[in-house]
């Protein structure tokens, strides 16, 4: 079993939709990541989290939220999709900041049209 | 405002060739680099950390070096194998324990048997 799973794998959804991706890990790691990957422009972080009462804003959060429910769990909502968010999207965890070597989960491939 | 550069974009090379992967970055002041691989429809997998105290890492047949004074990272793959072809991705960490890792857009390697 992956230490990082994301589900859904794939998701087509509407403009102005609510849509949720959801992240679990069993890695036990405390921190844990979002980002997204779009061609040409690189992975770019949304959202993180340090625990369960921690939630800090990436780089380009605007239009998304997220929620910490549990050590291992850390989901990514879209309020109201709209189709600049059609991205690939990882959640990532790692076990401290000094060495923070990110473990990746296989992404969620998501499409808003 | 830190930028990561990886060239070339993409790379073939025949089986069995020692290769070298190129990563610059314009600001010296890191914590860290981390060298990625991704698989098509995959997440990234770490290979090599990097601390900023550190000048090189190895690990089975790849060699990451850092030179923090030129601003650049080389990963070097020798006897190259079908199976390393992926794209390669560098990530710089700012000094300041900041949680934003800055992410060139890849080399694409394809080994040819």
């Known amino acids: 079993d992956a230490d990082v799973t994301q589900t859904p794998r794939n998701r087509i959804t509407k403009t102005g939709k609510r849509i949720m991706l959801e992240c679990s890990q069993t890695?036990?790691?405390?921190?844990m990541y979002w980002y997204r990957q779009d061609p040409g422009l690189g992975l770019r972080l949304i959202y993180y989290?340090?625990?369960?009462?921690?939630?800090n804003k990436g780089e380009i959060s605007d239009g998304y939220s997220v929620s910490r429910q549990a050590q291992a769990k850390f989901s990514l909502s879209l309020e109201s999709a709209i189709p600049n968010q059609t991205a690939l999207y990882f959640c990532?965890?790692?076990?401290?900041?000094?060495?923070?070597?990110?473990?990746f989960g296989s992404g969620t491939r998501l499409t808003v049209v | 405002k830190q930028e990561v550069t990886q060239i070339p974009a993409a790379l073939s090379v025949p089986e069995g060739e020692n290769l070298v992967l190129n990563c610059s970055f314009t600001?010296?002041?890191?914590?860290?680099l981390q060298w990625f691989r991704q698989d098509p429809g995959k997440g990234l997998t770490s290979l090599l950390l990097?601390?900023?105290?550190?000048r090189e890492q190895t690990s089975g047949r790849l060699n990451a070096s850092l030179d923090k004074s030129s601003g650049r990272s080389t990963l070097y793959i020798a006897a190259s194998q079908p199976g390393d072809s992926a794209t390669y991705l560098c990530?710089?960490?700012?000094?300041?324990?900041?949680?934003?890792?800055?992410f060139g857009k890849g080399t694409k390697l394809t080994v040819n048997p």
């Open positions: 600001d010296s002041a890191i914590y860290n």
């Open positions: 989290s340090f625990d369960v009462k921690d939630i």
């Open positions: 990530a710089v960490r700012r000094w300041g324990g900041s949680e934003k890792l800055v």
């Open positions: 990532a965890t790692s076990d401290s900041p000094g060495q923070g070597k990110l473990s």
């Open positions: 990097i601390q900023s105290s550190q």
């Open positions: 890695k036990g790691h405390d921190r």
